[in-house]
Each structure stands twice: as structure tokens, then as C-alpha cells.
């Protein structure tokens, strides 16, 4: 059994910064891509950055140069910095692990509960 458990969501004002951690834990072999995605109300859960083993990244288009991924392999946790955040930012945010729990077999995919993240003053 894999768990995926997100930290660091809140309340923040326009202009701010958060960072989102998220731990994969439990039988894994091994972890092949981790990422966040985010959904607003009344609309569908979207990619915002992705990372994979081997360390190459990609961004949605409305968050690059705002938000940086980053991963520690060893303990299967990526983070979500969040910088200069806009209002348009508010949404759930939900970590995605692609992973294998055994050597050799097929990628299983793993979301966290997800964590808020509003952006007001």
C-alpha cells in the first residue's frame, strides 16, 4: 500500500510565497514521476509542474517563473515553491506519485487528500 500525504497549504496575499511538500511513503521500489496539479471550484483537476527521476521538470505555462519543483529522491517527497502567488492561484492542490511497488512492475498511480491554497487580502 502507497500513501501520499501533502503540507503547506494556506491563506496567503497576493504577491506572497508558500511551499507545498508532499511524502510518498510505504511499499515502494521505486518512483518514477511526482507532481502537483491543482483544482479550482467548478473546474477540472489540471497539471502545474511535474518532476521526474531523473530530475527534468515541466510547468504549465501560467506558473513558470513563478513556481520551481524540486525532489528528494531518497525519501520520495517533492516540494512546490510558490512565489509571486496571484489570486488566479486559489485552489485545491493535490501531489501525484507514479510509482512501482515492486521490481519489474507496472506503474501504479497514487494521489494525496489535497491542501488549499488561497490567495486574498
Known amino acids: 500500500q502507497v500513501q501520499v500525504a501533502e503540507s503547506g497549504g494556506g491563506l496567503v496575499q497576493p504577491g506572497g510565497s508558500l511551499r507545498l511538500s508532499c511524502a510518498a511513503s510505504?511499499?515502494?521500489?521505486?518512483?518514477?514521476?511526482m507532481g502537483w496539479y491543482r483544482q479550482a471550484p467548478g473546474k477540472q483537476r489540471d497539471l502545474v509542474a511535474r518532476?521526474?527521476?531523473?530530475?527534468?521538470?515541466n510547468y504549465t505555462d501560467s506558473v513558470k517563473g513563478r513556481f520551481t519543483i524540486s525532489r528528494d529522491s531518497a525519501k520520495n517527497t517533492v516540494y512546490l515553491q510558490m512565489n509571486s502567488l496571484k489570486p488566479e492561484d486559489t485552489a485545491v492542490y493535490y501531489c501525484n506519485a507514479l510509482v512501482r511497488t515492486i521490481a519489474g512492475g507496472s506503474l501504479l498511480n497514487y494521489w494525496g487528500q489535497g491542501t488549499q491554497v488561497t490567495v486574498s487580502s
Open positions: 518532476i521526474t527521476a531523473g530530475g527534468m521538470t
Open positions: 510505504g511499499t515502494i521500489f521505486s518512483t518514477f514521476v
